[in-house]
């Protein structure tokens, strides 16, 4: 088993999540492509990277990013910082021939985005972009059902994205409300997600019209941290401006002539990470929520009259990923799982000198129609979507 | 107690409910505001009539509807005729003097519902449009508690209504798939259903842009029956063509801010008579899903941080109309019984000289609501609703 | 069309439920069987027994239950009183020669229950009693599935119903808390919905262990109305004892080596009318809700691996009673339905000289399930239960 | 942070589950009370165990346990081997000093339980045995509500774990159906895991009355693997006898009064990890299925009563073990996330020099429950369950 040496920038909630991946990777999937090693954990200063490597089990650590992009004993650089810094580091590592996994969305702008895919191509190195939802089981297989033609022709889609841990307007002023480092708010953060599934799940969209809404204008700028999510303490403090929108609702036209919705709000009480999509086929439906993760549904059109009607199943040793997983469906998949399964997909990649989806061509085309649906939100118009990398071909 | 003489025209599906509202109406409500005579009963055939009056215990029938509108025996006129019959009948009766309850949608187009409202305005008649959807106990709690600020300044509206009785390409060409006849398919059948839902919980809507699609563009041609639905047999006979949709997907602005987004289909598998909407406001949310309608469901801000999440609430004695219907939460509100409610809050206005909404002013919004949908789904623009009844102040 | 001339002794909620399936079974049911005609409704005052006939729309009203059950005009007697009363008309009916239909549970003894059995029997009167959730659509179709052996042979029931409308210790001393009038609790009044559940889909009960509980053991004396239920406003006048259960959990044995436990308790906050059964096979599983009774899940045991899981049934046209109910599925199944159903199997069995299940033989047996139960409740051993009627060998 | 050296006995499902606890166990908790090293893995062979260790990264490997415990330089013993081998590697863990954690239950008997607990008091050791669906955040939050009073005292508890994985007849033998290893079948298995629930939420069981049963009287051998669970092939080869239960259902008693019931099945067609409890209390309900274990349902009786009913609280940063894991409610925990909590009390436990429930004392007195119900189904009776650890006092 070939040793993988990674490192990592960003030492926050995704560091987390990315150390919890390369250190479970190999207990899940056995045999294994490769053991993950996490050699050097990068943040903004020495402190908090030491403390990082403390937390996550890092051999080392370092504050600068880019001495570790061009260590030579570094195979792959995983970015999990804020948006803003996506670009430069990236392309950085491209071209120091490194692989890279990079945290959504792939950069504020598809221009930066853009610029990314470019260096990466140039540099024939394998991406990843870090749309882990697609990992979930249930959401591969939906994926299965499509493939296998179980649900026919696609007619139409309709995902949500909806949150509340920002719907107090109280809650602290994260870089995630700022322009200048997160791009765009919840067309960005959460929306993008949910233009990702459509694409894996439907098939390339070609044009979208949105509304793009802004309810709260300001919020208390947060202290001792940069990005206290949910469980941040409310303050009556000092406020500073939210620059990005919270919530945007898009009409979708795909390629293959199926259409769709797409509404992703942080303003919605009660909903926590309720990332679901219906997708009507002629021969059938599909129903996910992320917030009951472990269950799939689907209808079949030629189940007898009396039989007829949403099935629930469970994810498990029968279902993609299952005998990587956990023995009995329903012993539960958590947010955990579908990144140690996004990890093993991109380093299987990079031992085998393949490619795995989604990648940076995926995530500037999500983030080209992220820009589309801003523009769209602007102007009132449909907007179309350029068709930058060619996907369109092979999901269409 | 007043008796209020009725003739209906209709005697199908629709003339069932009606027929069992009439007869339920004082047992559900008492003392009540009158007892509905069900006088005469009215179909396309004397015999089809003959057969209406004994099925549904009417005391008289007739094949001639403009008889019965001039009959002075006659209070009330009540319209569950195909829909391009509406507004003849309805204006006739106006004329005649007579109280009007009518199906919904208003008419084929607004143009029609517009010249049924200035009949009936004219005429000083009390009208109703039967969205009877408001009607379900569940409903009109969420209205409660948005009346009440419960939910506090709403900012997004999402509604649905999904079904799949004609999913197949091989069920019969009722005359729901016929303009002529029916006006549009999805759009004025179910989606209207949604657009009254969102007038009456959110405000008036100023401006909506819309997908409109066709997907099953011949159906067999239907014999033995004019509207045979769900459980009709499928046919491999003759087809005709449907030139109305049956996909609509709209996204809508409302008068006082808030966004939304409204979703009709008649072709997804596994949904049967799929009404939902979710209301997120700057106090909490509501979700409603009408397949089970004894449910609220409410999340309110300003709960303790670990006891906050969406409530489910069971209609019954202490919510709205509960003192009229069963003692006890979920013994089970059916679709009788919102037929049951429409009929009761309608003969009370009739015997009271007032007034009652969902009346000829909100049809007729709702139809020019319908009408902008139709038309954005050829432009592709956003298309702004009229407010030809002022009733946007009403709501706003 | 033959009308049926109908007594009903009792104008409470009972009595309105009872109204409404006479007036309704024709409209629903058609051809019908016969006309129910609502001839005289009983009620223990003039003023009561005329005030339910001018809101139940019955043609006359008598305060003497023994006038009428010997009124040879009428062929019909619905009991619709507490259930201290069931016995004594209803041997008087059958001693008159009229059909009965009576609440549940037939009487508060198995003893009472056995003298109204055999005293119909002897008479050769047809009869039934009124456990309608038989009559839910979902509930017919789970017994269409075991029929069919769908779901294999029955391993394990588990059934429950739970309330919470007397939950608090301050809702009004009902009639339904008195041993001379109810006979028992929970036990009677709900578990005994359960156990002709229990009978119906899996077939006869041959022994019981319970633990019978008493949790509130004295309420306020009610005024003004013998039977106030969920709505009933709280109260802190004086208090009466409560005599009977609240709470019941049996163990059960069938005679076909089937086990499963049975849970009735009133003290459920937040369930609301909570009848449950879940029933595992050998080639599967049902489960059902009342709480959303449209529908019906069901997993087979045959599907593949990877489509395996419970389907979500909605009732309607295609499913039993469907055709003669709403013509989509999930319009909505209320209480009404359930009893015009009940209706409409009765009266067709009185017209056509035949039986229909349940029928005092039923009654009689759930009755000596009951105080099985009861008994075990006593002496904390498993107590036999006689099987009376030989309705065993029909169900074994 | 101080090390904590660990060996851990076994290497197959529950060995990867413990692995993982021990690597993520600082990511989680942090600062965190101790670094778990994972010293050395114990499996049946050196092949075995060398696999083991090279998947799950144990830095060494063995095939003898009783050098591993007398290894001076372990501190914490981990049985994660089958039920039969409890006892004497943790008799010898204890006699040897080690602190041990051992999966449930506990032994195949309460004799062997018992036994284990008398030799870890004598040596002083910290004990811990996983029953590890306490640690669920939900089922956590639960006990916060119990412990707050918010729903007021327990009336009732009804606990189920139904599971399907081996419904099928022809699902392999694997050890958990053979006594002389398991010591039984769904009552320790799956059932002691309730019964854990009961304990920690309710308080001490004092009696029990059972059925028992097995269904599935044979199976086929299983080659190569001793656990080969749900994702197992299946087989026509050889059959091997089934000599545990599969199926038992009991009433239960509780030393404060409250009364319940408790279901284990295998043969729950549709379920696979559903364990399910449903607490009534005089002020509130509480309802949890571990298939949705993001989710609490509780209802609480002082809510206004046109807002009352159950809430559905997602766990997440605000309650419950929140603050050590992800930061958004819903982003979700999985079976992992239940280990790693578990693994964190242990070792905080170890540290501190304090203990830490459940441990010995409690896998002990669930052992003499699961003796009682089996007990009770072979007699029919009510069975009294010593109270051998004096837990009733903490918990009564």
Request: a negative charge; aromatic letters at 10%.
């Amino acid at each position: 088993m070939q040793d993988i040496n990674i490192a990592m920038i960003g030492g926050g909630f995704m560091g987390k999540a990315h150390s919890l991946a390369y250190a479970a990777m190999p207990m899940f999937f056995w045999p294994s492509p490769a053991r993950p090693v996490k050699k050097i954990v990068v943040d903004v200063t020495d402190e908090l990277a030491r403390t990082a490597a403390d937390r996550y089990a890092w051999e080392g650590f370092s504050s600068s990013w880019r001495d570790v992009v061009n260590d030579p004993s570094i195979d792959v650089i995983d970015i999990a910082t804020p948006n803003n810094l996506h670009a430069e580091i990236a392309i950085a590592a491209a071209e120091a021939g490194k692989h890279i996994i990079c945290e959504k969305p792939l950069a504020p702008t598809a221009e930066e985005a853009g610029r990314m895919y470019e260096a990466a191509k140039r540099a024939g190195v394998v991406t990843a972009v870090a749309f882990n939802y697609r990992r979930t089981p249930a959401v591969a297989l939906a994926k299965k059902y499509i493939d296998e033609g179980a649900i026919g022709e696609i007619l139409n889609f309709r995902g949500t994205y909806l949150q509340d841990w920002s719907a107090d307007a109280n809650s602290p002023l994260s870089w995630r409300f700022q322009k200048n480092i997160a791009g765009s708010g919840a067309v960005g953060d959460i929306g993008s997600h949910v233009v990702d599934l459509a694409r894996y799940l439907v098939g390339e969209i070609s044009a979208v019209t949105s509304l793009v809404s802004t309810f709260i204008h300001d919020r208390p700028i947060q202290s001792g941290g940069l990005d206290a999510l949910g469980g941040a303490a409310k303050s009556d403090g000092p406020r500073g401006a939210v620059d990005v929108d919270d919530e945007s609702m898009s009409l979708v036209r795909f390629h293959n002539g199926a259409v769709g919705s797409i509404e992703a709000t942080r303003n919605a009480w009660g909903r926590n990470n309720f990332i679901t999509f219906e997708i009507h086929g002629t021969e059938g439906s599909i129903f996910f929520n992320y917030e009951n993760r472990d269950e799939l549904q689907v209808a079949f059109k030629n189940d007898p009259s009396d039989r007829r009607g949403f099935r629930t199943i469970y994810t498990g040793p029968n279902t993609p990923y299952g005998q990587s997983l956990w023995p009995i469906p329903a012993l539960g998949i958590g947010y955990g799982e579908t990144k140690i399964i996004e990890a093993h997909d991109f380093l299987k990649a990079v031992v085998e000198g393949t490619t795995v989806e989604p990648n940076f061509a995926d995530g500037y085309q999500a983030a080209l129609v992220d820009d589309a649906i801003l523009e769209s939100g602007r102007t009132g118009q449909w907007v179309d979507v350029p068709n930058a990398t060619g996907s369109g071909a092979a999901h269409g």
